[in-house]
């Protein structure tokens, strides 16, 4: 993370937050998200991307001051593994309220505190995914490997939804074309 | 009829405890305290080099982030007999100083007062008479009817949007729950200005320590902070003087808020003066060290004896034989194997779990004692031993919490009242307010001694042949914390963190005598079974490092109900 200053209002209006546990398998969905689209998407105007982790009320600083913020996470909607979700601003806390959901210390707490707070986003949408396995393992199950690359294609559609111009950046690009 | 009711955990990010009460006649006649999680950063740190071992430790936990990288280089630099330049000294002191209020804070305002606070109340006040109130106990500028009445529109939103979020697991309108609406809305507006103040001092260790959680700024030998007062790539004037301004504003809102509520809380309960003190031998240690080796403090500490203040023995250096030989664990009740009462440089770490075994073996948390007994740790602790010690600060801010807590009540409330759950809250805002005290002072020394020219805040470490043996400690947030490292050339041979949550969340001893969260628990009331307030006030006033969940269960250990409750994490 970068030294924190006192003019936050320079960030980015856009932020992409992905949280969740690493060491959980699939829980840790959102971190691998964010890590791979930073690695390997460059953005017109500039996104902020974020490893949320585990993180909890420290949260509420990133939020703060954007215009829109995509989450991604794991979320049990008792779904197909690899299913994908897509939550709303109130729809958000309104749908996440009794699930026994993803690393369920904080993004509800986050949200609804920062609403309490009068820090309230233009458009929030969260990008859920129903995982598969969340022992206590390192990297992703077989299944939401093999649907990970669906997974960053709607995050991405969602940020060019919002008229960010994404581009893979070209060591990326050389790389997969061999 | 004898009831269970057991505390268990749910969420999969913390979740390491589990509390199981006997209850009988609406009072809980036994109890169990077991950690239900293994640690083992011990065994990875084994053969590891000494110098990194805090980046390990710190990892124990994510929200007592900073303690354990403090502790263990304290450690580390005892067994090499280092000593660390004073910039460093401050430096670290004023992160610590800077999280512990941070911690104590967030534990007061948004981990625990919804267990004595009712927000739903909050919306029968009437705002003005909350402001009057508010204005004839403390000099607040933001206690205003137009602040308060915003802040009731706002709850009344959240009520009426049927979505309480983050209040959505408190007990409303429990019998237990007993402070008059405007009261309820004062504390709930507090609440919420505390997510700013927490922040700023949140803010002080994410600037020293480079990144919150988790500083990454420690050294053994020192700190890596460059200290270069006109430099734009240091530690310099800019950023101390933005420091200095967030020190500030902390400070009035601990001063005229937050020991004003746990006072206001405290009188109006005042019955839970009599509730939840248990283990009564008290262990503190020094801290804020202001000398290079670690032999002057800025806040004194030490053990008090079966809570008798006049028995206070203090521990005075880093290098302190009175607390190396004291601490000793028990395993007769925890998940290792063996039976085996040792100091921690001789202890090891091996498996061996048993289930759930009351009378056998029944966590993973080792059991402490000091010199043979039970020891409680933690802000209460603390500050008994500080206003044992005489340390100003800690007399001036106690004496004035009690004033205040006594002209509530309308009756006169001594330092003896302390021993109690509510009285753990009020040790916590009185230790955050000498920790502000800290912070300010460090502050001072820091840019005194760079402005007389000294930039130095590291020494290197060298590492001899052959086998050290040293200790760090540290009064956290939660209590007395400290590490033991064996180091044999150059490497670590062993490792052992005894931490607070250990010394107060541990099983039974060697003796059998119950730990300090189980003798808390014993005697206190239960009203209704199926919402264990009571319970939870307790625990919750030890500030566990834990989420948890309530089970209560019939005879037959059939379950009846199941409450969540988050205890930290946010």
Same mark, same amino acid.
């Given at each position: ?178 | ?118 927000? %739903? $109340?909050? #919306? ?7 402001? @009057? *109130? =508010? ?7 933001? &206690? ?60 002080? %260790? $994410?600037? #020293? ?7 990454? @700024? *420690? =050294? ?7 200290? &270069? ?342």
């Amino acid at each position: 993370m970068s030294t924190p200053t006192p003019a936050a209002s320079e960030n980015p209006k856009i932020l992409v937050l992905g949280v969740g546990n690493l060491l959980m398998q699939d829980e840790g969905i959102g971190v691998h998200v964010a890590r791979v689209l930073s690695e390997r998407y460059a953005f017109d105007p500039e996104v902020d991307i974020v490893d949320g982790g585990t993180a909890g009320l420290e949260l509420i600083d990133k939020i703060d001051e954007r215009e829109q913020v995509l989450i991604v996470d794991a979320v049990d909607f008792d779904l197909k593994p690899g299913s994908m979700i897509k939550l709303q601003n109130d729809e958000i806390n309104a749908q996440l309220q009794d699930k026994m959901s993803l690393h369920h210390l904080g993004l509800t707490d986050v949200l609804s505190a920062a609403k309490l707070l009068d820090i309230q986003p233009r458009e929030i949408c969260l990008i859920g995914i129903q995982p598969h396995a969340m022992e206590v393992e390192v990297g992703l199950s077989p299944v939401i490997t093999a649907r990970f690359e669906e997974v960053l294609d709607g995050v991405v559609r969602q940020l060019v939804q919002w008229g960010v111009w994404v581009t893979r950046n070209h060591d990326e690009l050389q790389e997969a074309i061999g | 009829m004898a009831k269970r009711i057991t505390v268990d955990p749910v969420t999969r990010i913390e979740g390491h405890l589990r509390i199981d009460c006997e209850v009988n006649n609406g009072k809980v006649t036994n109890a169990w305290s077991s950690g239900q999680m293994w640690r083992g950063i011990e065994t990875i740190l084994q053969g590891h080099d000494p110098r990194e071992a805090w980046i390990y430790t710190q990892r124990i936990c994510g929200v007592c982030t900073t303690v354990h990288a403090i502790t263990s280089v304290r450690a580390v630099e005892n067994a090499l007999d280092m000593e660390i330049p004073v910039n460093a000294q401050y430096i670290r002191n004023m992160i610590i100083a800077a999280h512990g209020i941070h911690d104590h804070m967030v534990h007061f305002y948004h981990l625990s007062a919804l267990d004595w606070v009712d927000v %739903v $109340s909050a #919306l029968k006040a009437s705002p003005k008479k909350a402001s @009057n *109130l =508010a204005q004839s106990l403390s000099g607040w500028d933001k &206690n205003g009817v137009e602040e308060f009445t915003v802040v009731q529109k706002k709850l009344q939103g959240f009520v009426d949007s049927g979505q309480l979020g983050i209040f959505a697991n408190g007990y409303w309108g429990h019998p237990a729950m007993i402070l008059p609406p405007e009261v309820n809305l004062l504390a709930a507006a507090h609440y919420l200005q505390a997510f700013d103040y927490q922040r700023k001092a949140n803010k002080i %260790v $994410s600037i #020293l320590g480079s990144k919150t959680p988790h500083i990454q @700024n *420690l =050294a053994v030998g020192g700190v890596a902070n460059p200290i &270069n007062p006109d430099s734009e790539d240091a530690l310099n004037m800019e950023r101390l003087s933005y420091i200095k301004s967030m020190i500030d504003e902390i400070g009035s809102f601990i001063e005229q808020v937050y020991l004003i509520d746990v006072a206001a809380v405290g009188a109006f309960y005042k019955d839970w003066l009599n509730y939840g003190s248990g283990v009564t031998n008290y262990l503190s240690v020094p801290d804020f060290p202001i000398d290079p080796a670690g032999t002057k403090f800025g806040t004194p500490g030490g053990y008090i004896k079966n809570g008798d203040v006049g028995t206070f023995q203090p521990i005075k250096s880093f290098r302190d034989d009175f607390f190396k030989e004291g601490v000793k664990e028990s395993i007769k009740h925890s998940w290792y194997d063996g039976d085996w009462t040792r100091h921690p440089y001789d202890e090891d770490t091996i498996p061996n779990y048993t289930d759930f075994e009351e009378n056998g073996k029944y966590s993973w948390v080792k059991s402490p004692s000091y010199y043979g007994k039970p020891a409680q740790v933690g802000p209460l602790a603390n500050v008994l031993g500080m206003y044992a010690a005489g340390d100003p600060a800690t007399v001036k801010y106690a004496d004035l919490a009690l004033e205040k807590v006594s002209a509530i009540a309308g009756v006169k409330v001594g330092i003896e009242a302390l021993h109690s759950s509510i009285g753990r809250h009020a040790a916590r805002a009185v230790r955050t307010a000498v920790l502000y005290e800290q912070l300010k002072k460090n502050y001072q020394m820091l840019v005194e001694n760079i402005a007389s020219g000294d930039m130095d805040s590291f020494n290197k470490p060298t590492f001899p042949k052959g086998t050290q043996t040293g200790f760090g400690f540290h009064e956290a947030p939660r209590g007395t914390l400290s590490h033991w490292v064996v180091i044999k050339d150059g490497k670590i041979k062993n490792y052992q963190a005894v931490v607070p949550s250990t010394w107060n969340a541990g099983p039974r001893n060697q003796n059998d005598e119950l730990g300090p969260y189980e003798a808390s628990l014993v005697g206190n009331p239960v009203a209704v079974e199926e919402k264990p307030l009571e319970v939870l006030r307790t625990i919750h006033s030890f500030d566990p490092c834990l989420a948890c969940a309530i089970h209560l269960y019939d005879d037959k250990k059939e379950s009846i109900t199941r409450v969540n409750t988050n205890t930290c994490g946010i």
